[in-house]
């Protein structure tokens, strides 16, 4: 039974949730942000009582990227100035957060991943070995995986 139907702010928030869940699980202290005015979406302290600004965003698995878990790495927006059309863009993450939290319905997974190994578009983390045998320059999944 289906009870609401799915646009991407409940599938955020379903992301969200599960990350959330996990991060509790393993030890993080987790602050929500009043309001979703926030570059970011939470803080978590680790248990040295570091505090740091987490992304959430969901995940998937792209045909394009075969054997990959892929998410955006950008916020995508849309403004109006008076009188004029709507603008559209993309705005990176960096000196905003601190890390990306990934939740990828596939796999279950949630990967906590540094803004440092963030690309600036879509990042990209290998779930298995690349078919042509490529090992240099991959970020593998598990090496995030929480």
């Not at 869940?21 to 942000?33: F, S």
């Not at 009043?34 to 803080?43: E, F, H, I, S, T």
């Not at 540094?114 to 240099?136: F, H, M, W, Y």
Request: aromatic share 12%; glycine share 8%.
């Amino acid at each position: 039974m289906v009870l609401f139907s799915e646009n991407s702010k409940r599938r955020g928030e379903i992301a969200e949730a599960h990350i959330i869940a996990r991060l509790l699980e393993v030890g993080y202290n987790i602050l929500k942000p009043l309001g979703d005015n926030a570059r970011y979406d939470l803080v978590i302290e680790d248990n040295e009582g570091h505090f740091w600004k987490v992304q959430c965003k969901l995940g998937w698995i792209d045909k394009r990227y075969s054997g990959c878990f892929v998410f955006a790495a950008v916020s995508s927006y849309a403004h109006t100035r008076a009188g004029q059309k709507a603008g559209y863009g993309r705005r990176t993450y960096v000196g905003e957060i601190d890390y990306f939290a990934a939740y990828c319905r596939e796999t279950k997974g949630v990967y906590l991943v540094p803004i440092q190994d963030a690309s600036n578009s879509v990042t990209v983390l290998r779930l298995e070995p690349a078919r042509n045998g490529q090992t240099k320059g991959i970020r593998w999944a598990k090496d995030y995986e929480i």
